[in-house]
C-alpha cells in the first residue's frame, strides 16, 4: 500500500499484521480522490475508522489542509502515527484513539469539508455514524461524506443528506453524501 499522489507521493505505508484491519486498495482510493477532485484542497478531512489512516494521508499529500484520524484500536493509531511521520505529514494532522461515536461528541465545534467512512463490513456502522455527523453538526454546509459498503451492506439514507453518487469496485461501493 502506498500513497498515490501529491507531496507523499510513492511512500510505502506501513498496515497492522493480521486481518482485523482491512486497508483500503489503491483503486478504490483513486476513485474517491478522483470524485473529490479540487475538493480536497485547503479542505479539512475527517477519516473516521482509519486502520493504517491511508485515506487522510492521501487527503493531505493531495493538498487538504489539516486531517483528523479517528480509530478504536491502538495498534491502529500506533501505525497511523507511524505512516504520518513516514510521510512528513504529522503537523498537518490530528490522532484520536477511541470509537466513531466517541469522537464525534467530541468533536462538536469542529466542521470538516470531507469526511471519509471505512468501518468494518457488514456491521451496520454507517447508519449511526450518519445520524451522529447529522446532529452534531459537524459536516460544513456543501461539504461531502464518502463512505465505503461492503457489496450488500444496505445504503443508510437519512434527512439532510443525499446520495449523490455511488461507485462499484469489486465487493466494495463508495457512496456520496451531500
Known amino acids: 500500500m502506498r500513497v498515490i499522489a501529491g507531496s507523499a507521493r510513492g511512500c510505502l505505508l506501513e498496515s497492522p499484521k ?3 484491519t482491512r486497508p483500503t486498495s489503491d483503486r478504490v482510493r483513486e476513485a474517491l480522490f478522483s470524485v473529490l477532485g479540487e475538493k480536497i484542497i ?3 478531512f475527517l477519516d473516521l475508522f ?3 489512516g491511508a485515506a487522510g494521508i492521501e487527503a493531505v499529500s493531495r493538498g487538504a489542509a489539516f486531517s483528523v484520524f479517528v480509530d478504536i484500536s491502538p495498534v491502529c493509531i500506533k501505525i497511523i502515527e507511524k505512516n504520518l511521520n513516514k510521510t512528513r505529514l504529522a ?3 490530528r490522532l484520536i484513539t477511541g470509537s466513531a461515536e466517541y469522537a464525534l461528541n467530541g468533536l462538536i465545534g469542529d466542521c470538516f469539508d470531507i469526511i471519509y467512512l471505512d ?3 457488514h456491521q451496520q456502522l ?8 447529522i446532529k452534531n453538526k459537524i459536516l ?3 461539504g461531502t461524506v464518502a463512505a465505503e459498503y461492503g457489496k450488500g451492506d444496505e445504503i443508510a439514507v437519512f434527512d439532510g443528506i443525499e446520495v449523490i453518487d455511488i ?6 461501493r463508495l457512496v456520496f453524501y451531500e
Open 18 to 20: 493480521g486481518c482485523g
Open 42 to 44: 485547503g479542505a479539512y
Open 50 to 52: 482509519s486502520g493504517t
Open 91 to 93: 503537523a498537518k494532522s
Open 119 to 121: 468501518p468494518p463490513y
Open 126 to 133: 454507517i447508519g449511526p455514524t450518519l445520524n451522529a455527523i
Open 140 to 142: 460544513r454546509a456543501n
Open 167 to 172: 461507485k462499484k469496485y469489486g465487493k466494495t
